[in-house]
């Protein structure tokens, strides 16, 4: 069974268009994540979710909008879509907040054109 | 704000040899410090982790040991091989501005093992 899975897998688009990713983690996780990776493999997060509860929120642009149903999903809306939005985003969840390991989705390459 | 500092960027070793990656942190309170393997096209895996009370963790080929006092930490791999190639991130929890920790991310080392 996939712990962690990300839909969709690959995510081609035009500037200017809204999309969702969508993230279910089935490890009974408090805590869920969105990192991006640019071009230069560089890691930075984005947003926590812990129970449903935003409490992380990085400088990240408003047009970015997540969305947590329940504690087993978190959900990634981008609007009006820019280049540099081209990445790979990667779902991840850990047990609880803080400093405890994270398991991370199979990501989600978007490319913007 | 705090980071964490990874090096080398790139690191290439023959088969069998040892590789050793480092990094520091800037937070005093950090206490949880994990290192991740992503092949290309994949996700960063857990592989191994340690906490701020313990100063040495090994698993088979691979170690890891942590200097609080002068906060850096390495991954140690011995008897490298092929499959081994991989970007190599550590990490970090780093105090947030929500009071609560998060992992904080080196920037990598491209670690290649010629056969």
């Known amino acids: 069974d996939t712990a962690v899975s990300q839909t969709p897998k690959y995510l081609v688009t035009q500037m200017g268009n809204d999309k969702s990713i969508k993230c279910e983690q089935n490890?009974?996780?408090?805590?869920m994540y969105w990192y991006k990776q640019d071009s230069k493999k560089f890691l930075k997060i984005m947003f926590s979710?812990?129970?449903?509860?935003?409490?992380i929120n990085e400088t990240v642009p408003n047009r970015f909008s997540p969305k947590s149903p329940d504690k087993a999903h978190l959900n990634l809306h981008i609007n009006s879509l820019e280049l540099g939005d081209s990445a790979v985003y990667f779902c991840?969840?850990?047990?609880?907040?803080?400093?405890?390991?994270?398991?991370f989705g199979p990501g989600t390459r978007l490319t913007v054109t | 704000g705090e980071n964490v500092e990874q090096h080398p960027s790139t690191l290439s070793v023959q088969e069998g040899d040892s590789a050793v990656i480092k990094c520091t942190y800037s937070?005093?309170?950090?206490?949880?410090f994990p290192w991740y393997k992503q092949e290309l096209g994949k996700r960063p895996q857990l592989i191994i982790d340690?906490?701020?009370?313990?100063g040495e963790k090994k698993d088979q080929r691979i170690a890891v040991t942590l200097n609080k006092t002068a906060k850096h930490f390495s991954l140690h791999i011995t008897e490298t091989q092929p499959e081994d190639s991989a970007v190599y991130f550590c990490?970090?929890?780093?105090?947030?501005?929500?009071?609560?920790?998060?992992?904080?991310f080196g920037k990598g080392t491209k670690l290649s093992v010629i056969p």
């Open positions: 991840a969840s850990s047990p609880w907040a803080g400093g405890y390991e994270q398991y």
């Open positions: 937070d005093s309170a950090s206490n949880y």
């Open positions: 990490a970090a929890s780093i105090r947030s501005g929500a009071g609560s920790y998060q992992l904080t």
């Open positions: 490890l009974g996780h408090d805590t």
């Open positions: 979710y812990n129970n449903k509860e935003l409490i």
């Open positions: 340690i906490r701020s009370n313990v």
